[in-house]
């Protein structure tokens, strides 16, 4: 591998074909980043041969991306903007992508779609939480065709673990920023899953749904 | 028990007959969600026997739901909407509501009218931290006619030690947010409860005055 | 109430008639006391009505206690030395008492013991943690007849809010110090259950099944 | 599924059979338990199919376990008893486990002889951390025959991301509880595996090397 | 002031004579020092007027120290070796020891022989923690005639805030590192005392009995 | 002492004579208060000997407490309104209040302020922190006049122990606020302060000049 | 020396000559200072032989100094303000400053000009995080003239250990507050910088470019 | 360079020749691997130029090593095992070490020996704590010849600031685990070094003399 794979805007070095060498796509996260660098670092990543994606996009930045790039699509819910994504590819086996309450919508959705963006199918399964089991139980034929398992889940984060064991695949713990008090904007829930007391749990950071996503498309490949 | 007994709103799957089961209603807690969901959400469980209720409600989602839900009521100083609350129930017994200072007043407010709501008498004792013990102390007899007390304390939170040497019923302890620098927004305060020299002291989340005064309801049934 | 109901050994002001004021005794909590200290105390509470209660006890005092005094009885794997218990009064519901796993057994029997001593009915369930979910769904029935759940749980403490949303009773979570790496002896099965998005759950701090078995008893009263 | 799966020990409710419901066996994590319990616990595993795996096994425990069940093997670098593992399934792809350093190596057995018992090949590269990166670049070529790879490091744990930037497959990291001072035993490991920028890495407990053998397998299925 | 009134050791730079700047003497903090070490500084500080202190002194050290400086004076529960004490000084107030609990005494006896070896009266009061606020209330007449008073408490450290609460002089809270759990070897007590809503505390180390000794005999001067 | 001393609104109970028992003034902490409540309050604690103090007055506040009474003053930097204060005490020592740095100055003025409004005299020594040392030892003669000395200082807090070994009173010490990074809102200096290897330090809490001030004033008494 | 060198304003005392006594100058850190003390501050400094530099400036309070000021320049990028700097020093070998990230661009700007204004020459290579470790590895052979290198770097903070293994100068590493989640504003990268495995790694602040500048410029004197 | 430098012994991969690639030799921290891996990379190590060193040696593992080499030599108190130091090279100006209190000495010696290890001058300046300052300003002609300061200091870790604030080159700061309660092992002093107000300080880790050692040796090159 060379380092001419990079190309080099004095601020940034962007890499466009990372996805050949590593199955994933460079990512822009967005905060910290003016719009302008921004609009920069998608010019240089479109010119590989895509997908690009920018996460954490704020409204404006999403607006003038859109503007600049027409192949440029916005998903607000998720708060990603994504460029030439991978058709999906068939398989016997989809991700699914659960939630335990309603806020933790947009982290599953940046997860789900990640995944759909690298070309898998995704089954959603929201609002499953703990505190009424019996919902989630419902689900347990769905899991058996899941390559991987993603759980998006803040306050105590427990959903991962009785995910964990109910399934036969791995499953990617998201912690999320939802909660209050002694949550401490998610570190609980991600203390809850990594002591998870089912082995085939692993974690990602807090609100880290793009993250989940790569690796749920890395497993299913 | 089925899963039939969950509405699937797609972002949401509610439970209106919960208190059935539990006891306690599905409350809605509005951090996080939008406020079409919580409308559609607060719609789903009104098909249910009630008490329906919203937790830490903003002032605009509060008036959207009362013009929506005539049945509705908000209680501002509480953060509650709430509908079809059950009767007050007689009993030789109350649950007894206290504060350490004026500031964890919101905190207990939700707590009493929690209680209320699933039809428990109140007794309110506020602004009896132990800077001023003797204050407190005056109140040993209303305490001998209490089924739990829920003590409200922010700061160090000694009230909850203190109580808890002075009552024979359950004390439920609510840390608050109430303080500043080594206070870390109610974990100095949570600390101490948790670590209280009184055996009668169990703690729920920072600021949770709803599960406290679920809890309490619990007891005096 | 008069302070003349306390002995002053100099070291310690013992309160041998506590139970009549609170329903619960004062219980030695032994570590950092000496042998000879125990004993003192100890010999002092059995001038009340009983029970007398000695906590995490180490075998050698509790030879010491068993010599000493007849009427006192090691129960080791609970670290408790008991003298005077109450006789077992009659209800209809009994108190709950749960582990997530076999090395919870010490907190449990402590939670257990204590709620015996002081005369109620005890029904524990072992190692029903939520790797296998199945194994605690089979109880369903058994949680009916609960006047409270104790919970015990290490590594990521999701025993809690799962029970929590099955009963319809309080549920009291103790957090245990089994786990390892980021478990921080407790810390993190504390935190689980304190963000527990179920309403009905309070917690009290690692390891302390005595609290726990007073709260449940006082609840069942 | 049903209950009737689980054994009940009255101290335990051992599921022999797991590895036909979730892939991988339920394993026996020893700290806490008495030898006693770990034996009849083994026991009742064996009636499955096995494997039967014991974690963290105290070298006194194993030599019981090993004269009790002479199926029974310990591997004592990686603190494992081990009986009936799967026959090794052929594979374009193999399991790769690294070290940062000399110290992380029984985590690091611990992973690789749980992916080997559960059928899978391994590839070790050990004491290859960032201080050094060329030994670790002069490995790329392995890495391509990766289906996932373990990464173990303690101090900084900086060698995941790096690793993470390397491969086309997951990458599963395992912070250790080697180090000192600020490392506080792991946790500046674990968090900085947790914020790694490699979109491809997820983050098991602190030494917990079992888990990550177990995600390992089951990403290689 | 000359740096002439140091004695340099080599491995350390004593001042014999600190009391006479500072009101105080210098005082031998044992932990981390060689017998060696410590038999050579506590003769050089014998040079000047006395009194000369070691504190936390293992109990074989203590011997030595007795054996080679007849002068020396082992106080066994507050591990503390004393020589040249002040005489004591007549006033009209007193400094006030509390302790909370039975486990508070070496901590306490060291405040309270610190500030008699600085020529202060002091009254001991211990085990009034507030789980039996009565003991504590008995004790108001006492306090009027405290130049301060010292409180020595774990677990919740409540006390501090309770006796800030009564008293019309200064409070030095020491939080002593009794407690299991979230008690975090004191930390827990440590916030609850700053965090106290009584203005006249101020708090010192963990189980710094020494330095509260200091600062009540520097009030009462 | 009896209960009729506190006056009850409902919503607080206030002690408008505390300073005859306590020796200061119970004071109003306004965050989390309403500008009713206050002014409520204040009116209160009006009816007392005086003086009144309100701490952390927004200026919105404060506006409407001089409006209402005229007899209130409003020192901005300080952030206090203040009513009735005691006339200045002749003594031969003062309070001593330092800075160690610019940043510092709201604190040590609640402090000084505070100290003042209860009669004592006060010197200032502002922007003395130790990264230009010999600012501070010029000052050496003024703190021989001390009774009691407050240092301000946030960052690394450093500045308190060095005080702490050049006087021979009491040294307060008050964390503050300012600082940046890994500084966590004062909690470094907080910890700084706490662990002063000066034994005549003890601490309040993060910026907290009011408790600092009562404390002086109580020493200096 | 003598305390004459430092002028009195009140609220703050400032040492116009520092740079003569310590090499580097006093820096304005402008946080918690109102623009009329940030003025009257700079103005003494001007007083010296310069540089004068205010770091973390407001925008607007950059503007008031720029007006006022006419040798001061305003680097905004940086949020420096600076007059007077020293002349570029010839040197074999010059300060090179790295960033892993975009975000990290302000650090390292306020790096690179405070040792361009110390008169050091710098040599900038931004945007080389590891997830693509071959942008960095192209660098070797200028590392080589290096004298020291400064590492900027939030997330994981990875970078400066790899670095630290190629070079063979002091390497001070910047952790930044870019990340979300468990990063928890910077203190993530704090650790793993501290916990290096490279011997060669020293740690300022976070966020703290300045201190890192000045430390280059004193190494490369 | 070429990744053949490395020696590949299974469990280690040694870089003898690491001093000319960085200026400084690979070492083996001791802790976390047995005396036959010491003894084996030991080995490995001899076969370049040197010098060979050892860190945090366990006594029984140094009297293996110093068998088995006849160059090696045991530095005690350092816990160093040292082998073909490099010869002392002649500068004008050498390297300060200097510590707070007596228990610092093991970290600065482990300090001191490296650098002279590296063939530096070392200047030894102990016990200079901030409680008596004078002691240390009576060194500021000494300071003066540093290329650079080494401070080790446990407690709260001020030396570092003031030292910081006396000498015109680099600081580097070791926060040692001297101390108690609140110290929690070093990391109060980590903070304090880290916010420190003077901006010439850089920090290692706790009890990290080697890298400080090595640090100062390459800053006087």
Not at 107 to 115: D, G, R
Not at 160 to 182: F, K, N
């Amino acid at each position: 591998m060379k380092h001419s794979v990079f190309e080099n805007l004095g601020f940034a070095r962007t890499e466009p074909h990372r996805i050949r060498r590593q199955g994933f796509p460079e990512a822009i996260y967005c905060p910290g980043k003016t719009d302008a660098q921004i609009l920069q670092i998608f010019a240089s990543l479109l010119k590989g041969p895509g997908p690009v994606m920018a996460t954490r996009v704020r409204s404006t930045t999403a607006r003038a991306l859109c503007v600049q790039f027409p192949e440029a699509k916005y998903h607000e819910s998720a708060r990603l903007v994504v460029a030439k994504p991978l058709r999906r590819v068939r398989k016997r086996k989809s991700v699914c992508v659960l939630t335990a309450g309603t806020a933790d919508y947009p982290m599953a959705e940046e997860a789900a779609i990640t995944a759909e963006v690298l070309g898998r199918s995704v089954t959603r399964i929201y609002d499953v939480g703990v505190a009424g089991i019996h919902r989630l139980l419902s689900y347990e034929r769905v899991f058996s065709k899941a390559s991987s398992v993603i759980v998006c889940a803040g306050m105590e984060g427990a959903l991962a673990s009785v995910v964990g064991g109910l399934v036969s695949c791995p499953v990617i713990a998201v912690p999320t920023s939802i909660g209050y008090g002694s949550n401490m904007k998610g570190v609980a829930a991600l203390l809850t899953m990594m002591n998870s007391c089912a082995a085939n749990v692993s974690v990602v950071n807090i609100d880290n749904g793009f993250g989940a996503g790569v690796i749920a498309s890395l497993i299913s490949k």
